[in-house]
Structures are given as structure tokens and as C-alpha cells.
């Protein structure tokens, strides 16, 4: 299985600040990459997928970039409706696998 | 607009079963290969099966494997999971998605306990 290692766990930003979070896959997946949202009590929502795409109706703030085993997703200008947690997923084989998760907080 | 509608969740005991389904809508469902995808509480994100179009490929996670079924009815637009010999640590939220995962449900919740 491809182990999916996301980094940080948690993060402390304020509004306005430009955040960056990790994945490493533990082999190639090229850019089989999907980056989601999680607010509490809701399903996931995908924000970039193809490790670079931004989905229709996300806003530009959020970006992604990487191929191969490392990859970032950035959101430029945090807003408030932006805390949430974040995960990235493989699609490359089965079974897929996601990053453990980071937890995005208010400072 | 895809919409994807889980059901069948509930409390049930230990080494009971339950089946979910998931009812599909707004795609030509017998196009995509479909998957369940659980969450424990408070906990992140598991895939547990996926089938192919045409059920010719399926696969489970480990943790699954021998005691849960996917299938699937192209011609209901509808998408199963019979969980057998349930266990506590099956307790969790059920989503089915389309897929790459691009599209989810909104959960079924599946409590196991005495």
C-alpha cells in the first residue's frame, strides 16, 4: 500500500496569512493527488485535484503543486471560513490512501 | 449536479450485520467505478472498497477484507455494502464516492455496540 505521510498534523494561522501544507507518498504516484476540506459534521469537499487543478467554484486562494512523491497545497490569504481540516489522498493504485490530516486553527 | 445518498446505518451489536446502500443521481453511474470511504469519530479518513464499472474489479482494505461485500446495480443507480460479523472498530461514518473521490455523499452513520 502507499503510505500517504502529510505534514503538519495541526496549524495555527491567522486571517490573512499564507499557509503551507505538506504530503509525501511512499512511492511514485505521478500527480494522482486530490486535496480536500473537512468541516466538522460534513463530508469532504475537494479542492485541487490532479495534484495542481483547482475544482470549479474553489477559490484561487487555494493551490497545489508536486508530482512524483511530494507535493504542497498552499491557501494564500486565509480567510475565516477557510479553518478547517485538510487532507490529501492517492489515486494512483488501489488501495487509495490519505494523509493523516492537518487541522487548520485560528490564532 | 452528482448527488450521492448513503442509507441503511444504525446501531447494531458485535457479529451482527448491515447492509448500506447508496443511491446515485446527476451521472451515468454505470460509467464510474464507485467506493466507500469511513470515518471513526473524531478520527481521519479510511477507504474501505471499490468497484469497477462493471463489478469485473473489486477490492477491500485490509482491515475489511472476508467479512465485507461491494456490489453494485447499474440499472437502480445504486451502490451496496453488506458488512458482516461487525465489530466496534467498524463504528464510523459511511461515505460512498465517485470515482477518484472526487464526489461524496453525505454519510451514513454505523454505531457498533452492546
Known amino acids: 500500500d502507499i503510505q500517504m505521510t502529510q505534514s503538519p498534523s495541526s496549524l495555527s494561522a491567522s486571517v490573512g496569512d499564507r499557509v503551507t501544507i505538506t504530503c509525501q507518498a511512499s512511492?511514485?504516484?505521478?500527480?494522482?493527488l486530490n486535496w480536500y476540506q473537512q468541516k466538522p459534521g460534513k463530508a469532504p469537499k475537494l479542492l485541487i485535484y490532479?495534484?495542481?487543478n483547482l475544482e470549479t467554484g474553489v477559490p484561487s486562494r487555494f493551490s497545489g503543486s508536486g508530482s512524483g512523491t511530494d507535493f504542497t497545497f498552499t491557501i494564500n490569504s486565509l480567510q475565516p471560513e477557510d479553518f478547517a481540516t485538510y487532507y490529501c489522498?492517492?489515486?494512483?493504485?488501489?488501495?487509495?490512501?490519505f494523509g493523516q490530516g492537518t487541522k487548520l486553527e485560528i490564532k | 449536479e452528482v448527488q450521492l445518498v448513503e442509507s441503511g446505518g444504525g446501531l447494531v451489536q458485535p457479529g451482527r450485520s448491515l447492509r448500506l446502500s447508496c443511491a446515485a443521481s446527476?451521472?451515468?453511474?454505470?460509467?464510474?467505478?464507485m467506493h466507500w470511504v469511513r470515518q471513526a469519530p473524531g478520527k481521519g479518513l479510511e477507504w474501505v472498497s471499490g468497484?469497477?464499472?462493471?463489478?469485473?474489479?473489486?477490492d477491500y482494505a485490509d482491515s475489511v477484507k472476508g467479512r465485507f461485500t461491494i456490489s453494485r446495480d447499474n440499472a437502480k443507480n445504486s451502490l451496496y455494502l453488506q458488512m458482516s460479523s461487525l465489530r466496534a472498530e467498524d463504528t464510523a461514518l459511511y461515505y460512498c464516492?465517485?470515482?477518484?473521490?472526487?464526489?461524496w455523499g453525505q454519510g451514513t452513520l454505523v454505531t457498533v455496540s452492546s
Open positions: 464516492a465517485k470515482d477518484t473521490l472526487r464526489d
Open positions: 446527476g451521472f451515468t453511474f454505470d460509467h464510474y467505478a
Open positions: 468497484i469497477s464499472w462493471n463489478s469485473g474489479s473489486i
Open positions: 512511492q511514485d504516484i505521478s500527480t494522482y
Open positions: 490532479d495534484a495542481s
Open positions: 489522498q492517492q489515486y494512483g493504485n488501489l488501495p487509495y490512501t
